[in-house]
């Protein structure tokens, strides 16, 4: 099993940028692939993006442009670089941790999820 933290979200004016922390600890971190998720209020958690052990990206239509996943294997840490934000980007973010080494965009495909942080982008 793995824990996971999430951090820095806040409050952020329409075309702001945010960058979220996930810091993962209890396993290899390099050997997994991770994700970001997000949950509107009064909707279903979503995709955002994912990486896999080599770095390798996946992202969601709606963020494709905007947003970057990246991970620092020494820190075991994974980013999430999040720019020109729109309030419809308004959310709460969770960390997810895969189940395997690839990129996997499915709910079911990750084991262990962070308690998630808010992000509040305001027009």
């Known amino acids: 099993q793995v824990q996971l933290v999430e951090s820095g979200g806040g409050l952020v004016q329409a075309g702001g940028s945010l960058r979220l922390s996930c810091a993962a600890s209890?396993?290899?971190?390099?050997?997994?692939?991770m994700g970001w998720f997000r949950q509107a209020p009064g909707k279903a958690r979503e995709f955002v993006a994912a990486?896999?052990?080599?770095?390798?990206?996946a992202y969601a239509d709606s963020v494709k442009g905007r947003f970057t996943i990246s991970r620092d294997n020494a820190k075991n840490t994974v980013y999430l670089q999040m720019n020109s934000l729109k309030p419809e980007d308004t959310a709460v973010y969770y960390c997810?941790?895969?189940?395997?080494?690839?990129?996997?965009?499915?709910?079911?495909?990750?084991?262990?999820w962070g308690r998630g942080t808010q992000v509040t982008v305001s027009s």
């Open positions: 209890g396993r290899t971190f390099s050997n997994y692939g």
């Open positions: 997810a941790a895969g189940r395997s080494p690839y990129i996997v965009t499915t709910e079911g495909a990750f084991g262990s």
């Open positions: 990486i896999n052990w080599v770095s390798g990206t």
